[in-house]
């Protein structure tokens, strides 16, 4: 699928992100949205995602987001985006059922799901795996902006490895439109409110380094989140802060979902493949950023990490010395 432009008699379609949306599942969702209207003019289109954080109602539309999925509906088209179909959640059966289902995606732990999948691991994110499906002439400013938010945000504002020579160039077309990129980071990416501050604070004053402090961990439990009134949306980026620790080559960080349930996050700098570590407890990413949830204590979910993460760093020594 070159272009997302075979849609010929499609009179109703749904776009779907993963579960738990970050700014780059947030925003791709949008921007189909939004160049579908354009493409498939008079055809019914529906987006279901968990309701998104706050920050993202900066984009246009982003109230016609369905984040109830109790329908019977049978899509003659369900786009689902960032994501292998396990992790549409609650959206997964409106997916089944539709007559076409299209993936398109970017983590190297997906190998395609529906009827039509495009999964290119080398792309900095799905916005600009999109960008490129999408046929010029219809990308108009707010289209454009989602786009660019979503590859920022998935390349911590073009800081990962993952940012390519053509993601820049990427941004540099979307930049054509004039649109105001640096108030746009600004208010989804940096920005944080005094409370979401607080537990960032309290997270990396309670985070250990262990593994010869090749490594760092900090935990949020349900009732320090209780404490400080604050959502899993409002601890975005408290991972990335703790791989930002100087000598650090694998940050973990974890909050509590339920009674022995965590959802956990990681992040690297290359040593360690995170995604390898994640798919090992049925989650998945990038070499650099993955996540899954894990069953068990604290403590044992650490454990059990650090097991993976050792012969990792192992191998690595190994090819250091070689």
Do not use: W
């Not at 959802?263 to 798919?279: F, I, P, Q, T, W």
């Amino acid at each position: 699928m070159k272009r997302i432009n075979d849609l010929t008699g499609a009179k109703t379609i749904a776009i779907g992100g993963h579960v738990r949306p970050d700014g780059d599942c947030v925003c791709s969702v949008m921007a189909l949205y939004r160049y579908l209207k354009k493409e498939v003019p008079g055809a019914q289109i529906d987006v279901y995602l968990e309701e998104p954080p706050a920050v993202f109602r900066i984009l246009d539309d982003i109230e016609v987001i369905k984040s109830e999925f109790n329908t019977n509906m049978c899509y003659d088209v369900f786009f689902a985006l960032d994501c292998n179909e396990e992790r549409l959640g609650d959206a997964q059966p409106i997916f089944a059922r539709a007559h076409r289902r299209i993936n398109i995606d970017h983590h190297i732990s997906n190998a395609g799901c529906g009827d039509e999948h495009v999964v290119e691991p080398e792309r900095s994110s799905t916005a600009e795996l999109l960008y490129e499906l999408m046929e010029p002439s219809l990308v108009d400013e707010e289209i454009a902006k989602a786009i660019y938010i979503g590859i920022a945000h998935d390349t911590g504002v073009f800081r990962f490895s993952n940012t390519s020579p053509r993601t820049m160039e990427i941004a540099s077309e979307l930049l054509k439109f004039g649109f105001d990129f640096s108030s746009l980071i600004e208010a989804t990416y940096y920005e944080k409110t005094y409370l979401q501050t607080q537990i960032l604070g309290r997270a990396i004053l309670e985070s250990v380094r262990f593994m010869e402090d090749r490594c760092i961990v900090s935990m949020v439990s349900r009732r320090m989140m209780e404490f400080y009134q604050v959502g899993p949306k409002d601890l975005d980026g408290i991972v990335n802060q703790l791989q930002a620790v100087k000598g650090v080559d694998c940050a973990i960080f974890m909050y509590e979902i339920g009674t022995l349930t965590y959802k956990v996050s990681m992040r690297s700098n290359g040593v360690v493949d995170v995604s390898e570590v994640a798919l090992k407890f049925g989650g998945g990413g990038h070499v650099r950023a993955a996540g899954c949830t894990m069953n068990g204590t604290y403590h044992d979910n650490i454990n059990n990490l650090s097991h993976e993460i050792a012969a990792q760093l192992s191998r690595a020594r190994l090819r250091e010395q070689v």
